[in-house]
């Protein structure tokens, strides 16, 4: 998958203390303008995170790069949990997440370049999506960018109608 250099040079800089933490890093990402960036950590656990996770997360993530200095010039730091829209940056996420949807965009040398369907998980390296009734086979080394869509269900865990409303 694309990425630029800095943010695999952060990703790799925070992946262990994440780990060691029982963090997922799920992306580093970089936002906002040429003169004060935004560097987005989003962090992830099994069983959910939490703000008091994140708030604590924020402190190291903080004093990691402040001790390396990777990044020239004033930035603004943002460390969150992935929320509903979580990017999809590594093969197995969509073995991980398969039977959601997602959305692809993808390096190609011709035709369409960017598809939302349902993750059929992989094969080898190439991402199967299902588009339109439709098997989309899609190398994971030519992925630029890719997301779970931003489905909320508030499922009650039954049938029956409900009568609140």
Same mark, same amino acid.
């Not at 906002?32 to 099994?46: E, F």
């Not at 995170?49 to 930035?75: K, R």
């Not at 011709?110 to 588009?131: E, K």
């Given at each position: 998958?694309?990425? +630029?250099?800095?943010?695999?040079?952060? =990703?790799?800089?925070?992946?262990?203390?994440?780990?060691?933490?029982?963090?997922?890093?799920?992306?580093?990402?970089?936002?906002?303008? /040429?003169?004060?960036?935004?560097? /987005? *950590?989003? !962090?992830?656990?099994?069983?959910?995170?939490?703000?008091?996770?994140?708030?604590?997360?924020?402190?190291? *993530?903080?004093?990691? !790069?402040?001790?390396?200095?990777?990044? @020239?010039?004033?930035?603004?730091?943002?460390? @969150? =949990?992935?929320?509903?829209?979580?990017? !999809? +940056?590594?093969?197995?996420?969509?073995?991980?997440?398969?039977?959601?949807?997602? &959305?692809?965009?993808?390096?190609? &040398?011709?035709?369409?370049?960017?598809? +939302?369907?349902?993750?059929?998980?992989?094969?080898?390296?190439?991402?199967?999506?299902?588009?339109?009734?439709?098997?989309?086979?899609?190398?994971?080394?030519?992925?630029?960018?890719?997301? !779970?869509?931003?489905?909320?269900?508030?499922? /009650?865990?039954?049938?029956?109608?409900?009568?609140?409303?």
């Amino acid at each position: 998958m694309a990425t +630029t250099e800095l943010m695999t040079r952060l =990703s790799r800089l925070l992946e262990p203390a994440a780990a060691e933490r029982g963090f997922e890093l799920v992306a580093v990402e970089q936002a906002g303008g /040429r003169r004060t960036p935004v560097i /987005r *950590v989003l !962090l992830d656990r099994p069983e959910g995170i939490t703000i008091d996770a994140i708030c604590a997360a924020n402190a190291w *993530v903080s004093e990691i !790069l402040d001790q390396a200095d990777p990044i @020239s010039g004033p930035y603004t730091l943002e460390v @969150s =949990s992935p929320g509903v829209d979580r990017p !999809l +940056t590594r093969l197995g996420d969509f073995d991980r997440f398969a039977g959601e949807t997602a &959305s692809v965009k993808a390096r190609v &040398s011709g035709g369409r370049a960017s598809w +939302t369907g349902v993750i059929a998980g992989t094969d080898g390296t190439t991402v199967l999506l299902d588009v339109d009734g439709e098997r989309v086979r899609i190398p994971f080394d030519d992925i630029l960018k890719a997301r !779970l869509k931003g489905v909320v269900r508030f499922d /009650r865990g039954r049938d029956e109608p409900r009568d609140d409303l």
